[in-house]
């Protein structure tokens, strides 16, 4: 349908986040990254410089495979990397463990039986609070309360659980890593080879057209629909599956918010594109239509 090509030359607080490069040029170098495909695919790694650890590590929680890579200081030592991707990885169990409207037990769970109040827990709270604030910046196209069962933050918690584990290796001491959940991911600092990191985003459809190449060094790519599941994002205002698009990628500056606004997109379709117009600090890399 279209790629939307608003490029904003600054985002808040870390520069440069993330740059589209000459298509051309990127021929002959290997990406570190690649998303689109059915599931993430990590590259060989090139070399690491001699003052970096590298480390690369996969989890699987109930709902999702993470993938972790860190390139981290050496003055860390291993053991601290060790502790720090031990961290990390607690971080996205648990939030699968308590937060996930799947397990009955939860305390999403708990919220939608309406047996406690999200200001009893200060992490549920924000997690409410996103979503409210979600549902205001996409005219309700995204809404965790216009779901059956009642409140499911689905699609916002994946990238959320992200941005929190990646969080806890920044607070580690760790400020240059890749965290992956199927199509999307957060990314900061710089990759092994001492670069930033090269993000190769395959078309959602086609698989023979030539990835979109990012250069990122702090940001987030949020995708909704590329499992090939009909019918996983509800239109809010209908109750009906949403069926105009095959799948929607976003770019930002926070995974939850890039999450949130590419299952807002896949739902409202092309007028959906208008959120990303006046200056955002997030924008649609693909929103393709279904034929």
């Known amino acids: 349908m279209r790629i939307e090509e608003q490029r904003r030359g600054r985002w808040t607080d870390e520069q440069p986040r993330t740059r589209w490069i000459d298509q051309s040029a990127f021929r002959h170098r290997r990406p570190d990254l690649r998303l689109g495909t059915r599931s993430h695919r990590l590259e060989r790694a090139g070399g690491t410089a001699a003052d970096r650890i590298s480390v690369r590590h996969t989890v699987r929680t109930s709902t999702a495979e993470y993938s972790?890579?860190?390139?981290?200081?050496?003055?860390?030592?291993?053991?601290?990397?060790?502790?720090?991707?031990?961290?990390?990885?607690?971080?996205?169990?648990?939030?699968?463990?308590?937060?996930g409207p799947n397990q009955s037990d939860s305390l999403v769970s708990k919220l939608r039986r309406g047996e406690i109040d999200p200001e009893s827990y200060p992490p549920l709270a924000d997690l409410v609070d996103r979503c409210a604030a979600m549902r205001a910046a996409t005219d309700g196209w995204f809404d965790a309360w216009a779901v059956p069962g009642g409140f499911d933050p689905g699609g916002l918690l994946g990238g959320w659980a992200v941005e929190r584990a990646a969080a806890r290796l920044r607070t580690a001491g760790v400020h240059d890593y890749a965290v992956l959940a199927g199509a999307d991911l957060t990314v900061r600092g710089r990759a092994a080879h001492g670069g930033p990191w090269?993000?190769?985003?395959?078309?959602?459809?086609?698989?023979?057209?030539?990835?979109?190449?990012?250069?990122?060094?702090?940001?987030?790519?949020?995708?909704?629909?590329?499992?090939?599941?009909?019918?996983?994002?509800?239109?809010?205002?209908?109750?009906?599956?949403?069926?105009?698009l095959v799948a929607a990628t976003v770019v930002g500056?926070?995974?939850?918010?890039?999450?949130?606004?590419?299952?807002?997109?896949?739902?409202?379709?092309?007028?959906?594109?208008?959120?990303?117009?006046?200056?955002?600090?997030?924008?649609?890399?693909?929103?393709?239509?279904?034929?």
Request: proline residues 6%.
């Open 68 to 99: 972790l890579l860190l390139n981290a200081p050496e003055w860390l030592g291993r053991r601290g990397v060790g502790e720090a991707l031990r961290d990390a990885v607690a971080e996205l169990r648990a939030i699968d463990l308590t937060y």
């Open 198 to 244: 090269r993000v190769a985003v395959h078309h959602p459809t086609d698989g023979h057209r030539a990835p979109l190449v990012l250069e990122m060094t702090a940001g987030a790519v949020g995708t909704s629909g590329v499992t090939g599941r009909r019918g996983h994002v509800v239109d809010p205002h209908t109750g009906e599956p949403a069926d105009q």
């Open 253 to 291: 500056p926070d995974l939850a918010v890039a999450d949130a606004y590419a299952t807002a997109l896949y739902a409202a379709g092309p007028a959906g594109l208008a959120w990303f117009r006046n200056g955002s600090d997030y924008r649609a890399l693909f929103a393709h239509r279904r034929r």
